[in-house]
């Protein structure tokens, strides 16, 4: 099984460019999410969606916007890349959204970007 | 305000040993908790969870124990092995909060031979 999958592993960035990165996973996953990891950090919530159509901000939405057109996939958009978005950031799925069946989070391999 | 953390930012250990890896946390709401094992280059993974009604869970070599009156959570590895060198997170997640965990800063598990 794929299971989450992202691409690409690696970007670099100048100051202003804009890019996509790319989530699409094949477990019929309801559930999909953005998160950020900065060095030494703990895993920040950019964006999520509960389902195709529907996208909610998380802790750090700012810089980024998302859309989820098909239930497989939930791209992330950089605008206007800047300094401060130089991060790893993983793409997650769960089945739901509730935690009341164990439900886990199943998490990409993540995209390093760089942006100077 | 309300806030995950880790006492260790690295553990060495010897191959063979137990190791134990130490979370903290501050949200007296949160009822799950979960550890998660990242290897160099890639995503987290679920090793363990448990939840606020119990103390103690058992998985295969991995033992979480949860604390609530001092809001500590902890993860036993038994006879570290090689594989096991990672940085390990907890993460909690608040009541009625869905599937938005809180994680903290990861602990690193350098294993000796």
């Known amino acids: 099984n794929a299971g989450v999958t992202q691409t690409p592993k690696f970007r670099i960035l100048k100051i202003g460019q804009s890019m996509t990165l790319q989530c699409t996973q094949d477990m019929n996953h309801n559930y999909m999410y953005w998160y950020r990891q900065d060095p030494g950090m703990g895993l920040k919530l950019i964006y999520y969606s509960v389902g195709a159509g529907i996208t909610d901000k998380g802790e750090v939405p700012n810089g980024y916007n998302v859309s989820r057109s098909t239930t497989e996939d939930f791209p992330l958009r950089l605008e206007l890349a800047a300094p401060s978005q130089t991060s790893v950031y993983f793409c997650?799925?769960?089945?739901?959204?509730?935690?009341?069946?164990?439900?886990?989070?199943?998490f990409g391999s993540g995209t390093q970007l760089s942006v100077l | 305000g309300e806030s995950v953390g880790l006492h260790l930012p690295t553990l060495s250990v010897q191959e063979g040993d137990n190791s134990i890896i130490n979370c903290a946390y501050s949200n007296s709401a949160s009822d799950y908790f979960i550890w998660y094992k990242q290897e160099s280059g890639k995503g987290p993974q679920f090793i363990i969870d448990i939840r606020s009604n119990m103390d103690k869970r058992q998985g295969q070599r991995v033992t979480v124990l949860l604390n609530k009156t001092v809001k500590h959570l902890s993860l036993q590895i038994a006879a570290t092995q090689p594989g096991d060198s990672a940085v390990y997170f907890c993460?909690?997640?608040?009541?009625?909060?869905?599937?938005?965990?809180?994680f903290g800063g990861g602990t690193r598990l350098m294993v000796k031979p």
């Open positions: 997650a799925s769960s089945y739901s959204l509730t935690t009341s069946t164990n439900e886990k989070l199943f």
């Open positions: 993460a909690e997640n608040p009541r009625d909060a869905g599937n938005m965990l809180t």
